[in-house]
């Protein structure tokens, strides 16, 4: 059975600090892994997405996360936040069958 | 190319009303997806279809909600009656090995 859990579900920085977003899954199989973003008011964003090629990936507006197997972990990671980033961002796992899942959600506060 | 339309964007109704929503994924996608985000909750999975099959409908509230996707392209989504909890978002996604979202509907129920 696939399943995500975001493992807090708020995140506060200052402006101009790293943001780490923990995500673990369970998978039985070699699972897709995907990062979401949702600004208030706003459509699901793909951030990125890791398909079994490089373990780590890059992803728009300078986010990257990298796949760890050995910790069933996909961590979402940005070198210095901007006030923009303040969003939901949902991490996502699929299996080979074109059913995804949703982690509850973490809240990420900018503070200026 | 063009995202996953959806339509109306927002809709308020009074319980016990009907509603219905409309998605057309993009050209060429087999599966398409209807999610209901209650606020502050991640998308819940109501109904998956491949084609214009049912995969998945396990969480979807069948005495008053429905889908139908029939020729495999566009799909509605119906609630019938709607009560106070149904106040959400309807999201609709199509993928093809990635999800991509429409921008929703947002359901207001007095």
């Known amino acids: 059975a696939q399943s995500v859990t975001q493992l807090d579900s708020h995140v506060s920085v200052s402006e101009g600090t790293p943001v780490l977003l923990r995500c673990n899954y369970s998978s039985s199989y070699s699972p897709s892994l995907f990062w979401y973003v949702q600004h208030p008011n706003k459509g699901l964003q793909l951030l990125l997405k890791?398909?079994?090629?490089?373990?780590l990936v890059k992803g728009i507006n300078g986010f990257e996360a990298e796949f760890k197997k050995s910790e069933t972990s996909f961590h979402l990671t940005k070198p210095s936040a901007h006030m923009s980033d303040a969003a939901e961002y949902f991490c996502v796992v699929s299996d080979s069958g074109n059913q995804f899942y949703f982690g509850t959600g973490t809240s990420l506060t900018v503070i200026p | 190319e063009a995202g996953v339309a959806q339509s109306p964007r927002y809709k308020i109704i009074e319980k016990r009303q009907s509603v219905a929503f409309w998605c057309n994924p993009i050209s060429g996608h087999a599966t398409l997806y209807w999610y209901q985000q209650i606020l502050g909750q991640g998308p819940k999975l109501l109904i998956q279809?491949?084609?214009?099959?049912?995969?998945?409908d396990s969480q979807l509230p069948k005495d008053r909600f429905s889908a139908e996707r029939l020729k495999g392209v566009d799909s509605t989504l119906k609630i019938q009656p709607a009560k106070l909890e149904d106040s959400a978002v309807y999201l609709c996604?199509?993928?093809?090995?990635?999800?991509?979202f429409g921008p929703g509907t947002r359901l207001t129920v007095t």
């Open positions: 996604a199509s993928s093809h090995y990635e999800q991509y």
């Open positions: 890791y398909t079994s090629a490089a373990t």
């Open positions: 279809f491949q084609n214009n099959g049912v995969v998945d």
